[in-house]
């Protein structure tokens, strides 16, 4: 049984990783390639044009400098120092900025996450509170190139606060109830796109994906036990990035997230039912707004930071029977405002 639970749990991250690795370590080799052999190729133009140049401009000088020592018996070491003077001068004209005036590229970002999220099934019960944790994102599209491939995800876990109600069977009454509760998030998300809409200082592209959800959250106290949900969506949305400097991006993102399925384990056995039970949601939907400023660090590091808001709204689930009632998991919504910072290598 603890076999099967992990494979529910962590089958669909599982599945969707390895094949975005896949795609991603293609789109490495092939990106790296083309990046190596454009790089020789500039590289050598790049340096026979400045030794042609700067060959024409020791001939320049060397025979006006010929000129005028025939003319005014000037020194001979004036032509030597002159040529040099030109040499220099053609040298910081032909300098090209660093990567034609865009940052560099980095293809893995790591670092923390935090969320402030609320839970919320309206007249029935509400979590709200603190969560920390890790995110990180592996990314294949390099500043000069247009097709995007991208594996994203991020863990949460921390103590919430629970607001609801408390119902006594045997004295058939209901009272107010708080209490707190433990809970971990897990999601990832795999994208490619592409820019439909580009200009001078930056571009507009659409991409579309799949990814999964995946909350834990166990209720403390009496009367409280676990709950394990899970979500499958289909995130489409719209991405526009700005190159502000050769050492700053600015990535504005929209997202709706189209509910495809979601499931309710209630571990219900917990607080005296005969069995758990499993409820299947099959309607709701989503959407996320973020911006990420980046900004070049050195040769092998740049630093991001990304605010996030994220929401989730999801209709009543079906309905199970057990111990003669039908059980069902009520309408609710999450909101999920917060900040990842992280280090792209």
Known sequence: MKQLRFRLKFGPVIYVAVLMTIALNSAFANGAERSASQSASQTG???NGLKILV??????????????????????????ADSSAAAGEISKKIEMPRALGKPEYRNFNLGYAYGFNTYI??????????????AFALESRPLDQALLLRLSGEFLFGGLAYEGSMYYVEEDRT???????????YSLKGVFGLPFVSWQGGD??????????????????????????????????????????????LTLSAE???????????HLTEVGRSRDITNKQTTGHGHRFAADWSWWMNEGMDLHIAPYWQHWQVDDSDQVAMDKRNWYEPKNSTDQVGVTLSVGM
């Open 45 to 47: 133009d790049r340096e």
């Open 55 to 80: 060959d024409r401009a020791a001939d320049n000088s060397t025979g006006e400098s010929t000129l005028s020592n025939s003319a005014e018996d000037a020194p001979p070491g004036n032509a030597t």
């Open 121 to 134: 099934e309206p007249t029935v019960m509400k979590e709200s509170g603190h969560l920390n944790g890790l």
């Open 175 to 185: 009272e107010p109830w708080t209490t707190g509760t433990n809970d971990f998030i």
């Open 204 to 249: 507009l592209g659409a991409f579309a994906g799949v990814g999964t959800r995946y909350l834990n959250d166990q209720i403390q106290g009496r009367g409280g036990y676990e709950r394990e949900i899970n979500y499958l969506f289909v995130p489409l949305g719209l991405e526009a990035r700005f190159f502000l400097s050769n050492k700053r991006v």
């Open 256 to 266: 709706y997230d189209r509910f495809v399925s979601g499931t309710v384990k209630s």
